[in-house]
């Protein structure tokens, strides 16, 4: 289906087959739709036949590198009644290690916002300079930072 409206785009007003500044912007808009679909069924695939959680959280990160930056990235685990947060998968250009946090405070970091929020949450570099400030950014300062809350029966389980 995409690869009919790249074609059709592709045919400006003139009936020439070169395309205009519009329909170039619209095809690598359906490019990118496209590749958001194939990394979302690559995702849905890995939860589907992967048989362990280790190759599931390797297979999330190579899929969603794909379509964005996950240079850092990682995979946390929360207890909101024990208030832990775990690290079962990271990758990090500048630490090493990710210890289990025994006091977790959903108010205090980035992480704990998209617990409390229940929904994805995008972070610039001005607001994560004034968070910093606070005393809410945990680590090196990036210059964007995002969270995906993962819910499973309303409950927030984890962020990625």
């Known amino acids: 289906m995409v690869r009919q409206k790249i074609t059709i785009l592709n045919q400006n007003k003139s009936g020439s087959r070169e395309p205009d500044r519009r329909s170039q912007d619209k095809i690598a808009s ?3 739709a496209e590749e ?7 995702i849905s695939n890995a939860i589907n036949t992967t048989l362990n959680l280790d190759d599931l959280y390797r297979s999330i990160h190579q ?18 009644e024990k208030r832990t947060l775990q690290f079962p998968y990271h990758v990090d250009t500048t630490d090493d290690q990710f210890f289990p946090i ?7 970091s980035l992480t704990g916002l998209v617990v409390l929020q229940r929904k994805p949450v995008l972070v610039e ?10 005393g809410g950014v ?13 819910i499973v029966k309303e409950t927030v389980i984890g962020v990625m």
């Open 63 to 80: 899929s969603l590198a794909r379509i964005i930056d996950v240079t850092n990235f990682f995979i946390a685990m929360v207890d909101t």
């Open 138 to 150: 945990w680590g090196p300062l990036p210059l964007i930072w995002m969270g995906i809350p993962l």
């Open 125 to 134: 570099e001005k607001a994560l300079k004034d968070r910093e400030a606070k």
């Open 102 to 108: 025994t006091d977790f405070d959903t108010g205090s």
């Open 36 to 42: 958001i679909n194939k990394t979302l069924f690559e």
């Open 30 to 32: 359906l490019k990118h």
